[in-house]
């Protein structure tokens, strides 16, 4: 996909959930799932931050599972997260892996922005909240002792903010396919807009920013989700909604793969008739995870 009228897709809510696999791809029958739950302190960044991991897999999900990420929105309900993505994981045979980032060690601006910055000032890298998402994939390897070495991630609302600055900034991320919803601030591959809103201040690796273009990532905004509380003028200045900043953020996204020469492999989904519903737009973000 290399162009922006490419990019975009739009559908009607109606038909946005029909199973779009042949007879051979359609899912098997439910497996017996494991489901369950434990405490993740990351000793490679900020350790004084816990979450807590809700999981459900298949009991022979085998060495290497597919790994699904599903980050929470701000009513902060990683439990209900996990339950949402566990009918997933028993048709696909699937890990489904629900993080909880508790607002008193994840406030707003640590989870929706990443940990990219306090006080206004950028923080080191490795103490970004993006980085626990790797993080946590070592572990989980190491403790099912798998050999899985990739993942998808989706994210809704706030953690839709989170996945979208994940393949902005962390282009060496480890995933497949990464999927965001509905979120409220974007960043933008602009160096002239200051981080966590753009690229302006964050010291990338040569070739950084042309691989995070070149990853797998969808976009998907409803049309009727254009409500929202007050936002920073920096936001604004993008957008004064979800959906208008939506379109900004890919024609923005086109020029700069257009200047540097690279295709743009980023998709925008506009679902007709959708509004900010987390439990509709998950079941969304799902269907672009099996496509």
Known sequence: MRGLAIAIELVAIGCATQSQHSPSERPQPAYELEVGDFEFRDERGRSDRPIHVWYARPVDAGPQPRIVFILHGDSRTG???????????????????????RQDHYPDDVYDLGGM???????PREEWALLLIEHLLDHLRERWSLTTTSYDIVGHSAGGQFVQRLVLFVPEARFRRAVASGPGTLAFPDVKVKAPYGLGGVPMAAGGLERSLAREFVLVVGDRDVEEGPRPEIVLAQGKNRLSRAFRLFAVAQEV???????????????????????????????EILR
């Open 257 to 287: 793969a257009v200047e540097r020469g690279v295709p743009l492999e980023w998709r925008l989904r506009v679902v007709h008739g959708l509004d900010h519903s987390p439990l509709e737009t998950l079941a969304l973000d799902f269907e």
């Open 117 to 123: 910055v306090r006080g206004g000032a950028l923080q």
């Open 79 to 101: 439990r209900s997260a996990r339950d949402v993505g566990a009918s997933h994981a028993g048709r696909h045979r699937f890990i489904v892996v629900a993080p909880h980032f």
